[in-house]
Nanobody, 127 residues
Framework: QVQLVESGGGSVQSGGSLRLSCAASGYTYSNHWKGWFRQAPGKEREGVAAIHNNGTTAYADSVKGRFTISQDNAKNTLYLQMNNLEPEDTAMYYC?????????????????????WGQGTQVTVSS
């Protein structure tokens, strides 16, 4: 059974940093995408960053230059380094994994690309 478990969330002040981790079990990262999404209260879930097994990355415009996605395939772990955090980054953060082939036209930051989701970790940034 595939499981994705996020950790590393917390409360920080504006300008601070956090590093999120997502440990996967039940499958080995294959030749597909993994991503981080977030959902703030009253808003839709949005893609934040994604990484392909070949190292290709994609970022939302709102986090470019501040967030960095990375992966450790040996540990089956996905990371999101978040620097210079802003109150607008406050949300529940979810990791997601694509473990099956899908329409290649679907963007890497689209919910539709992913078929497994973690339970989420809360990030709160105060001003």
């Amino acid at each position: 059974q595939v499981q994705l478990v996020e950790s590393g969330g917390g409360s920080v002040q504006s300008g601070g940093s956090l590093r999120l981790s997502c440990a996967a079990s039940g499958y080995t990262y294959s030749n597909h995408w993994k991503g981080w999404f977030r959902q703030a209260p009253g808003k839709e879930r949005e893609g934040v960053a994604a990484i392909h097994n070949n190292g290709t990355t994609a970022y939302a415009d709102s986090v470019k230059g501040r967030f960095t996605i990375s992966q450790d395939n040996a540990k089956n772990t996905l990371y999101l380094q978040m620097n210079n955090l802003e109150p607008e980054d406050t949300a529940m953060y979810y990791c997601a994994a694509q473990t099956m082939n899908t329409n290649p036209a679907i963007r890497a930051l689209s919910n539709m690309r992913y078929n497994y989701w973690g339970q989420g970790t809360q990030v709160t940034v105060s001003s």
